[in-house]
């Protein structure tokens, strides 16, 4: 279908509902196929080479099924039923102020020191910015500029630095990779772009708040960020979804390339909304991050703190291909009521004396299931790799579940690889000798769960940690009777 | 004055009648004593006057400081004043010792309509009880009670005892498990504690500890009943009779 009458059949289709805001014609209709792919690429105003890769990978999903091996149950997900891009809920459907949200849902916001104005955003309350297409944060962008550094959106890298992506993008996880990543390879919309030249140590965290914001929008982010030789950079992914009770698609790619000596450092505070106490709703968060420490000497650390989406399936990972790379995977990954979490990391060793360490804590409480899943992989070449895994599970109330899938696969014989795993219970004893000793239960929850996850607390920036720590908490609430 | 009244209590637990009809009173500042055979409630008892959930109180009462004891949740009671030194301390993983009485003592502070403890003060005063009790400052920064041994856990409830300075000290068999050294160390521990505004319950088996603490006064428990109540001479006539003596008819005799 030509655009015009695509277009024309929308505005068509949304006037009928009594509505027209030049907001509202700014989306594609429900469904995949290559004239919506056309659509979101001419939106987009990309150069033609994304196009072609567009398609490509699209061509390349059709022919994949959805994988299933991950210890995670849902519904089946109707990919024609989805909107790729940006489709606004309709004012009318909004609650037209904080006073028509339900007081739960404000009392959560409340104790996580969110603002008023992030309250009615997050709440779906109707204001007039656009969110789901979230642009990268400007402040500091002039000081970067100084510095050679780049931070833009990925929309506005593919525009003004099309030789940088094209020379990076896919070039880590490749759309051949998996259904995932496929599918956000041909369709994505948003996502940040960082590039630090050669010897740059980029002198603030960079920082990206994701939102999903409409209902029934796929979101499918695209990050990618490149270290230069010598180069170190921070950079911080928050992620908070408004409420809403159907399933909402997330499926992200994150590329990480660090060459020569460079240090990249990147941390999440994931905390979309993972459903209601009866297993309604939720994000589902299938996630393809994966970093390459390509020159010797690089380094590259994952920290993630996982409270919040229905469904988590995200292994955040490192190819070690430079001689003398570490990765770093540190993760707390939470779930409550009907929650699922697969999440953990692969250690790809390639380069000769590369070093790894996972540090991984999953909490699961009431019916949840929480499962660590990670690869550790040591080539032929990589002679005196090391590797040190901790995996600890701690379980609240006797309902949930704690699952540890360690693969090991070692091919040289001068290699180190240590797991260590640890299961821990939060029983009733325990809950009533903390209220013996004057401590509330959730107070006692709290206090257990911060110190079972302070290593990996302890690697968030700070104003991070404390915000992650609040989260832990909040997110745990009504865990016990 | 009069601390804590209970009357008439029957407690059950799952359809099994444990405390058949118990009285006690305990003015403040004095230190009882109860022994008793194995399985006879002691512990039950402990519990319940701690708020324990999955006991069913059937009857009766109980009166804290002219409160409603039964109408508390646990961590009212303790921050009451209600302390129990637990029969079987459990582990708490991930938490340290020093972490979890500054979480304590802070909340039974707030409660009590006190500021909180700066660190500085808050160290101090660890110090300071934890060398009351002979409890050496290593673990404070262990997480509680992980990996301690069975007399350094009783060690550290009587540590808890001195840091959260209570109304009633409730110790279940904190003597069992101890050396004979440690012994004397808790005991002086807990007498040091002692004071006009405090008071003790002692549960204990052995006649050794009430050496050292010397109870104002000694109950026999038996079959979910007090039946025998006396002074620290009934401790040293059980121990030399034993429990068989309770048996063969001086059941109820006051
Ligand atoms: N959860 C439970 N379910 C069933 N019976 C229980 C339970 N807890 C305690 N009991 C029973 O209640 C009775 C009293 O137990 P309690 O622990 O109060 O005894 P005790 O006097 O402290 O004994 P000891 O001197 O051995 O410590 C015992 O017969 C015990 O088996
Ligand atoms: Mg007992």
Known sequence: ?481 | MELLKINNLKVGIEDKLIIKGLNLTINLGEVHAIMGPNGTGKSTLANVLAGKPGYDVLEGEIIFMGKNLLEMEPEERAREGIFLAFQYPVEIPGVTNANFMKTAVNEIRKYRQLEPLDAFDFLQLMKERAALVGLDASYLQRNVNEGFSGGEKKRNEIFHLAMLEPKLAILDETDSGLDIDALKIVANGVNSLRSPERSFLVITHYQRLLNYLTPDFVHVMYDGRIVLSGTKELALELESKGYDWLRNGNNGSK
């Open chain 1, 1 to 481: 279908m030509p655009n015009d009458e695509l277009l024309k059949e929308i505005t068509e289709q949304e006037y009928k509902y009594g509505f027209v805001s030049p907001i509202e014609q700014e989306f594609a209709p429900k469904g995949l196929n290559e004239d919506i792919i056309r659509f979101i690429w001419e939106k987009k105003k990309e150069p033609p080479f994304m196009l072609e890769w567009r398609l490509k990978a699209f061509r390349y999903w059709k022919s994949m099924q959805e994988p299933h091996w991950a210890k995670v149950e849902y519904t089946p997900i109707d990919y024609q039923d989805i909107y790729y891009y940006a489709a606004p809920k309709k004012l009318k459907e909004k609650p037209k102020s904080l006073d028509e949200v339900d007081p739960e849902i404000l009392r959560t916001f409340e104790k996580l020191g969110i603002p008023l104005r992030e309250q009615e955003i997050l709440a779906g309350v109707a204001v007039d910015a656009v969110l789901d297409s979230v642009s990268v944060a400007t402040t500091f962008k002039e000081k970067l500029e100084e510095l050679g550094i780049i931070f833009c959106s990925i929309n506005e890298a593919i525009r003004n630095h099309p030789d940088l992506v094209q020379k990076y993008l896919g070039s880590v996880v490749p759309y051949t990779d998996n259904f995932f990543a496929a599918l956000n390879s041909a369709v994505f919309s948003d996502g940040s772009f960082v590039y630090v030249p050669k010897g740059v140590r980029c002198p603030m965290e960079l920082s990206t708040y994701f939102r999903i914001n409409a209902s029934e929008t796929g979101q499918f982010e695209r990050t990618l960020i490149i270290a230069d030789e010598g180069s170190y950079v921070s950079y911080l992914e928050g992620c908070t979804a408004p409420i809403r009770d159907e399933n909402q698609l997330h499926a992200a790619v994150v590329e990480l390339i660090a060459l020569k000596d460079a240090e990249i450092k990147y941390s999440t505070v994931q905390n979309w909304y993972p459903g209601d106490k009866e297993g309604r709703g939720g994000i589902y968060n299938f996630v393809t991050k994966r970093g390459i420490c390509l020159g010797e000497n690089s380094k590259i650390s994952w920290t993630q703190v996982e409270t919040g989406s229905a469904i988590t399936w995200k292994y955040p990972s490192c190819i070690l291909k430079g001689d003398n790379s570490v990765g770093e995977f540190y993760s707390i990954a939470i779930t409550n009521n009907y929650q699922q979490a697969d999440t953990g990391t692969k250690m790809i060793h390639l380069g000769k004396n590369t070093r790894s360490r996972i540090v991984s804590k999953g909490i699961a409480a009431s019916r949840s299931n929480n499962s660590y899943r990670g690869l550790v992989q040591i080539s032929k070449k990589a002679v005196g790799a090391r590797n040190y895994s901790q995996c600890d599970s701690l379980l609240i109330g006797d309902k949930c579940g704690a699952h540890t899938f360690p693969y090991i696969e070692v091919n040289n014989s001068n290699s180190i690889v240590e797991h260590e795993a640890t299961t821990s219970k939060i029983s009733d004893e325990i809950l009533f000798y903390c209220n013996q000793r004057g401590i509330s239960k959730e107070d006692a929850i709290g206090l257990i769960v911060n110190g079972f996850s302070r290593e990996v607390l302890n690697q968030l920036p700070m104003e991070f940690a404390v915000e992650a720590q609040k989260l832990l908490s909040v997110s745990l609430e009504g865990s016990v009777g």
